[in-house]
């Protein structure tokens, strides 16, 4: 007979407490599965923590979210309360359907309820899925603390002790990154061998160098340009930064083809051609199908048109990336999240072009929150052509303008989105002549007036804002000539500038027309003030024009009024330049001639912002010259207005260390030379005294060339200690001087 559990002794219940009984085969028939049933539920996190009392109330208030991607009720909706008699913070919700659990995650994740709490969505089947298979352990072991490792600095060569830049050459298969060293040969910072296997970018600031393999898109930096992040995006052809470097857009003509096991591209990148990355994670964000820059022909057998590249444009916040469809809308997305702003696009029938602002304005009269972005649509049937500047994230159109004959329109926004000049190419009525005039949006003014320049009459085919500036200088040319062309026309360079007004600028007036040109390139100094206007792709003439829009000199009447002294400072000829850039400094000027472009007399040149030539640098196959861009200043507009008064003083420090270089260069070249002078002289005197010993040893009489060896052999002491001393004459046959730059 068993005995009853108060005869059991102290000893035998710990016996039973030990024993452990199995009980799995329970378990696994008993064992409710979550996965079945559960996929109607969301778990949302992030909400206020209420008392009881308006507990009812922020449900109601939530579900106005919920309603807008499935259909779900208050009693649908479980929100616990803690001990204390108020909410935790979070709420199961049950939708009708498992497609709109699964829309909700996607649509409500991340998205604000109010302007202190953001939602954040999940399936409550993978809660419990990843919760089962990451159980917290009983026991609290100490997390593992990975070792220091040192990161790259990134922007280190802004350190540098002489303010030099840096600049990248791809030439032949090689890539090279080197200081800039004025007239001296260029300091070689990395050199490698097949680095990119189409071409090198540098991102906005400069952080990093960018090569473009088959594999996809590499990211270099730190002192020793060592590799930074990948993104593997195979047969990628182009890309595009974001303005703060945080995101980076890649595009292949080839559909994406993700094969099993891939560690970043998942089957959500299959068959699309564009990705957008996070730079910092190097994770995609999103993919796209690129519909206007795919290859082939269309159904009715039409070419599709030309590759429209970036498709996808940034804000200068970073805040949205938009992309258009052509003839059709334009979607605005928001980063990270990169979701469709209002979950819509902004449909615009006709749509042609559109640019951002690549500056957060405030507008006259503005106070909330704004990006600003220009679009234009052409003609349709009897509606006129439109340009519109539109707000976002609000999407209200803020300014309008009608436009009629128009055959083209190029959106041109100044560096700090105080103007936007819209260039409408309009035909005449027979469509026989074409004509060019400027329609400038003042955009801090009240309103956003419109300005009109239409004195041009013939066409123009570059057109140009002074950075940080109010100026412009554009080219024209008569008819329907277009840039780059050699055989083309003669061109005519204007320069406009504001009248002087008080504060705000006034209306833009001609400062001056150049006439019987064949420029067709316009490069402003990034700092503004000084131009460059060359002649670039052309087989016949290839002048580059430096011009100063500020001389320090007299001002002619005509000028006096306008708020510029156009001054042309040199015109140097570079043949078969193909590009000019300026250093982010705006103290030099490279001109080159790529072998993308033409196989003769590759190369670089090195010029001062003023046209002085001080380099020149043959080179094979030459094909990129890329300067590296600084990060914005982090002096504030005081620290810099400063530098700028006693620009003076620090222009004398320089010119002391300038002149101190030059001197070491010249003691050099002198040391050598007298060191190599002394090691042939005293090579000759040796070989003489060979002959002296040569000729006593055969006992041959002395002549006169013995007589000279002894006179110019050099001093001899005796065993007593005394010195002959001899005399050296030495005749100066002809003495040049020569200055080393």
Same mark, same amino acid.
């Given at each position: 007979?068993?005995?009853?559990?108060?005869?059991?002794?102290?000893? @035998?219940? +710990?016996?039973? $407490?030990?024993?452990?009984?199995?009980?799995?085969?329970?378990?696994?028939?008993?064992?409710?599965?979550? $996965?079945?049933?559960?996929?109607?539920?969301?778990?949302?996190?992030?909400?206020?923590?209420?008392?009881?009392?308006?507990?009812?109330?922020?449900?109601?208030?939530?579900?106005?979210?919920?309603?807008?991607?499935?259909?779900?009720?208050?009693?649908?909706?479980?929100?616990?309360?803690?001990?204390?008699?108020?909410?935790?913070?979070?709420?199961?919700?049950?939708?009708?359907?498992?497609?709109?659990?699964?829309?909700?995650?996607?649509?409500? +994740?991340?998205?604000?309820?109010?302007?202190?709490?953001?939602?954040?969505?999940?399936?409550?089947?993978?809660?419990?899925?990843?919760?089962?298979?990451?159980?917290?352990?009983? $026991?609290?072991?100490?997390?593992?603390?990975?070792?220091?490792?040192?990161?790259?600095?990134?922007?280190?060569?802004?350190?540098?002790?002489?303010?030099?830049?840096?600049?990248?050459?791809?030439?032949?298969?090689?890539?090279?990154?080197?200081?800039?060293?004025?007239?001296?040969?260029?300091?070689?910072?990395?050199?490698?061998?097949? =680095?990119?296997?189409?071409?090198?970018? =540098?991102?906005?600031?400069?952080?990093?160098?960018?090569?473009? +393999?088959?594999?996809?898109?590499?990211? =270099?930096?730190?002192?020793?340009?060592?590799?930074?992040?990948?993104?593997?995006?195979?047969?990628?052809?182009?890309?595009?930064?974001?303005?703060?470097?945080?995101?980076?857009?890649?595009?292949?003509?080839?559909?994406?083809?993700?094969?099993?096991?891939?560690?970043?591209?998942?089957?959500?990148?299959?068959?699309?051609?564009?990705?957008?990355?996070?730079?910092?994670? *190097?994770?995609?964000?999103?993919?796209?199908?690129?519909?206007?820059?795919?290859?082939?022909?269309?159904?009715?057998?039409?070419?599709?048109?030309?590759?429209?590249?970036?498709?996808?444009?940034?804000?200068? @916040?970073?805040?949205?990336?938009?992309?258009?469809?052509?003839?059709?809308?334009?979607?605005?997305?928001?980063?990270?999240?990169?979701?469709?702003?209002?979950?819509?696009?902004?449909?615009?029938?006709?749509?042609?072009?559109?640019?951002?602002?690549?500056?957060?304005?405030?507008?006259?009269?503005?106070?909330?929150?704004?990006?600003?972005?220009?679009?234009?649509?052409?003609?349709? *049937?009897?509606?006129?052509?439109?340009?519109?500047?539109?707000?976002?994230?609000?999407?209200?159109?803020?300014?309008?303008?009608?436009?009629?004959?128009?055959?083209?329109?190029?959106?041109?926004?100044?560096?700090?989105?105080?103007?936007?000049?819209?260039?409408?190419?309009?035909?005449?009525?027979?469509?026989?002549?074409?004509?060019?005039?400027?329609?400038?949006?003042?955009?801090?003014?009240?309103?956003?007036?419109?300005?009109?320049?239409?004195?041009?009459?013939?066409?123009?085919?570059?057109?140009?804002?002074?950075?940080?500036?109010?100026?412009?200088? !554009?080219?024209?040319?008569?008819?329907?000539?277009?840039?780059?062309? *050699?055989?083309?026309?003669?061109?005519?360079?204007?320069?406009?500038?504001?009248?002087?007004?008080?504060?705000?600028?006034?209306?833009?007036?001609?400062?001056?027309?150049?006439?019987?040109?064949?420029?067709?390139?316009?490069?402003?100094?990034?700092?503004?003030?000084?131009?460059?206007?060359?002649?670039?792709?052309?087989?016949?003439?290839?002048?580059?024009?430096?011009?100063?829009?500020?001389?320090?000199?007299?001002?002619?009447?005509?000028?006096?009024?306008?708020?510029?002294?156009?001054? !042309?400072?040199?015109?140097?000829?570079?043949?078969?330049?193909?590009?000019?850039?300026?250093?982010?400094?705006?103290?030099?000027?490279?001109?080159?001639?790529?072998?993308? #472009? +033409?196989?003769?007399?590759?190369?670089?040149?090195?010029?001062?912002?003023?046209?002085? #030539?001080?380099?020149?640098?043959?080179?094979?196959?030459?094909?990129?010259?890329?300067?590296?861009?600084?990060?914005?200043?982090? !002096?504030?507009?005081?620290?810099?207005?400063?530098?700028?008064?006693?620009?003076?003083?620090?222009?004398?420090?320089?010119?002391?260390?300038?002149?101190?270089?030059?001197?070491?260069?010249? #003691?050099?070249?002198?040391?050598?030379?007298?060191?190599?002078?002394?090691? =042939?002289?005293?090579?000759?005197?040796?070989?003489?005294?060979?002959?002296? $010993?040569?000729?006593?040893?055969?006992?041959?009489?002395?002549?006169?060339?013995?007589?000279?060896?002894?006179?110019?052999?050099?001093?001899?002491?005796?065993?007593? *200690?005394?010195?002959?001393?001899?005399?050296?004459?030495?005749?100066?046959?002809?003495?040049?001087?020569?200055?080393?730059?």
């Amino acid at each position: 007979m068993a005995p009853s559990f108060d005869t059991l002794s102290e000893q @035998d219940l +710990h016996e039973e $407490e030990e024993e452990e009984i199995d009980v799995s085969d329970l378990k696994e028939q008993f064992e409710v599965k979550l $996965e079945e049933g559960l996929d109607t539920f969301i778990v949302i996190d992030g909400l206020p923590v209420v008392p009881e009392e308006n507990r009812q109330k922020l449900i109601k208030f939530l579900l106005r979210k919920l309603n807008t991607v499935g259909h779900t009720s208050e009693d649908a909706v479980f929100m616990p309360l803690s001990d204390k008699g108020v909410t935790e913070g979070f709420a199961f919700v049950e939708y009708e359907t498992p497609e709109q659990a699964v829309a909700a995650v996607k649509q409500l +994740h991340q998205t604000p309820l109010d302007k202190k709490h953001t939602l954040q969505v999940n399936k409550l089947m993978d809660i419990e899925r990843y919760g089962r298979e990451g159980r917290i352990d009983e $026991e609290y072991k100490p997390p593992t603390i990975e070792p220091f490792t040192e990161k790259d600095h990134l922007r280190s060569w802004i350190g540098d002790a002489n303010a030099r830049d840096q600049f990248a050459l791809y030439r032949g298969d090689k890539v090279g990154v080197f200081w800039n060293n004025k007239s001296n040969p260029p300091e070689n910072v990395v050199d490698r061998a097949h =680095w990119t296997q189409l071409f090198v970018r =540098w991102s906005p600031k400069g952080t990093y160098l960018a090569s473009v +393999h088959p594999q996809g898109v590499q990211l =270099w930096g730190g002192p020793a340009f060592a590799k930074q992040k990948q993104f593997p995006h195979p047969f990628v052809s182009m890309i595009e930064f974001s303005p703060a470097e945080n995101y980076l857009a890649t595009w292949s003509a080839r559909p994406i083809q993700v094969e099993e096991g891939n560690p970043v591209l998942s089957y959500e990148e299959d068959g699309k051609n564009i990705i957008i990355w996070d730079i910092v994670t *190097g994770k995609p964000l999103r993919s796209f199908i690129s519909h206007d820059l795919a290859a082939g022909p269309e159904a009715d057998g039409q070419p599709k048109k030309k590759a429209l590249w970036p498709a996808f444009k940034f804000s200068a @916040d970073e805040k949205y990336v938009a992309r258009m469809q052509q003839g059709q809308s334009i979607s605005i997305y928001e980063l990270p999240r990169m979701n469709l702003l209002g979950k819509t696009s902004v449909k615009i029938e006709g749509v042609m072009d559109f640019e951002w602002s690549p500056a957060t304005v405030a507008r006259d009269g503005v106070k909330q929150y704004e990006q600003l972005l220009c679009f234009w649509t052409p003609e349709i *049937g009897s509606n006129p052509a439109r340009v519109a500047l539109m707000s976002v994230p609000s999407k209200e159109i803020v300014r309008t303008r009608n436009l009629f004959n128009v055959s083209d329109v190029k959106l041109h926004w100044q560096s700090q989105g105080n103007f936007v000049c819209v260039k409408v190419d309009r035909h005449s009525k027979s469509k026989k002549s074409m004509a060019t005039n400027l329609e400038i949006f003042r955009i801090r003014e009240k309103g956003v007036p419109v300005e009109v320049v239409d004195s041009l009459k013939d066409t123009v085919i570059n057109f140009a804002w002074e950075p940080n500036g109010g100026r412009f200088v !554009l080219i024209t040319t008569p008819g329907e000539a277009q840039a780059g062309s *050699g055989t083309g026309p003669k061109t005519a360079v204007s320069f406009f500038a504001p009248e002087k007004k008080g504060v705000q600028a006034g209306n833009f007036k001609l400062v001056r027309t150049i006439e019987k040109k064949n420029s067709n390139g316009l490069y402003w100094s990034p700092k503004g003030r000084f131009v460059v206007v060359a002649t670039v792709h052309s087989q016949n003439s290839y002048d580059l024009d430096f011009w100063d829009m500020d001389f320090e000199g007299e001002k002619n009447e005509s000028e006096k009024d306008l708020a510029a002294n156009l001054q !042309l400072m040199k015109t140097v000829d570079h043949y078969g330049v193909t590009d000019v850039d300026w250093d982010p400094t705006g103290r030099y000027v490279v001109s080159s001639a790529s072998v993308w #472009t +033409h196989s003769m007399e590759n190369g670089f040149n090195l010029h001062t912002f003023s046209g002085e #030539t001080l380099a020149e640098n043959p080179t094979d196959k030459f094909k990129q010259f890329l300067w590296r861009p600084r990060p914005p200043t982090l !002096l504030s507009k005081e620290e810099q207005k400063q530098v700028r008064k006693n620009l003076r003083e620090y222009s004398k420090e320089f010119d002391e260390e300038d002149k101190y270089a030059v001197d070491i260069a010249n #003691t050099a070249v002198v040391e050598k030379r007298k060191r190599v002078l002394n090691e =042939w002289v005293a090579w000759l005197r040796r070989e003489k005294e060979m002959l002296v $010993e040569e000729k006593d040893a055969y006992g041959l009489p002395e002549n006169a060339d013995d007589a000279k060896a002894a006179k110019d052999a050099p001093a001899v002491t005796d065993d007593q *200690g005394d010195t002959v001393v001899e005399e050296i004459v030495e005749e100066i046959v002809e003495e040049s001087e020569e200055i080393i730059g």
